[in-house]
């Protein structure tokens, strides 16, 4: 579970192309309604710009990889078709929430970013220089998931041992069978 959850934190900061979605406008206020049907324009042209639906088709790719990874092992006796199964229905879910995820990202740029600054992205998000760091995000994100994930046994385990000495761990039960 706890490798799900970073997984999926690693899969939105991942989303490297964004680094800024969490920051108010340069002149440090929230943008207001006035002209925010213009801002979720440039927005959208923003978010074709850097190939937003490729970026959160990996990054959910990911997510499932790592999701079905985790049932696998907590669940190893389900059968191939039964997962199967599972990921047919978790891709028509996520189909389905696809178009409210990008509606949600729409909206919550165009309250970040101002006019100015959503018109300075897309400028230079389509100057040559721009292309090239897009046409490098898919290389970026894989070589930054890839060294994270190295390091989630690490992590995971430092974070067990820590609970472990503050709340103490039970001893785990023996296996099915007798065996020790």
């Given at each position: 579970?706890?490798r799900r959850?970073?997984?999926?934190?690693v899969?939105t900061?991942?989303?490297g192309?964004?680094?800024t979605?969490?920051?108010p406008s340069?002149s440090?206020t929230v943008?207001?309604?006035?002209?925010?049907?213009?801002?979720r324009?440039l927005?959208?042209?923003y978010?074709?710009?850097?190939?937003?639906?490729?970026?959160?088709a990996r990054?959910?790719?990911s997510v499932?990889?790592?999701?079905f990874a985790a049932?696998?092992?907590e669940?190893p006796?389900?059968s191939?078709?039964?997962?199967?199964?599972?990921?047919?229905?978790?891709?028509?879910?996520?189909?389905?929430?696809?178009?409210?995820?990008?509606?949600?990202?729409v909206d919550?740029l165009?309250?970040v970013?101002?006019r100015e600054e959503?018109?300075?992205?897309?400028e230079?998000?389509?100057?040559?220089?721009?292309?090239r760091i897009?046409?490098?995000m898919?290389?970026a994100?894989?070589a930054?998931q890839?060294?994270v994930?190295?390091m989630v046994?690490?992590?995971?385990?430092e974070?067990r041992?820590?609970?472990?000495?503050?709340l103490g761990?039970?001893a785990k039960?023996?296996?099915a069978?007798?065996?020790?």
């Amino acid at each position: 579970m706890r490798r799900r959850l970073l997984g999926a934190v690693v899969a939105t900061m991942i989303l490297g192309g964004l680094p800024t979605l969490a920051q108010p406008s340069s002149s440090g206020t929230v943008p207001t309604g006035d002209d925010l049907a213009g801002r979720r324009a440039l927005v959208v042209q923003y978010m074709q710009d850097i190939h937003m639906d490729a970026i959160i088709a990996r990054t959910m790719d990911s997510v499932n990889t790592a999701t079905f990874a985790a049932i696998k092992h907590e669940y190893p006796t389900y059968s191939q078709q039964r997962l199967d199964k599972l990921k047919s229905v978790t891709d028509g879910v996520m189909d389905k929430e696809l178009p409210k995820i990008k509606a949600a990202t729409v909206d919550s740029l165009a309250d970040v970013y101002d006019r100015e600054e959503l018109q300075a992205l897309i400028e230079f998000y389509e100057s040559p220089m721009g292309r090239r760091i897009v046409d490098k995000m898919p290389l970026a994100s894989a070589a930054s998931q890839r060294a994270v994930n190295q390091m989630v046994p690490e992590i995971v385990d430092e974070e067990r041992k820590a609970v472990c000495a503050e709340l103490g761990c039970p001893a785990k039960p023996k296996a099915a069978g007798g065996a020790s």
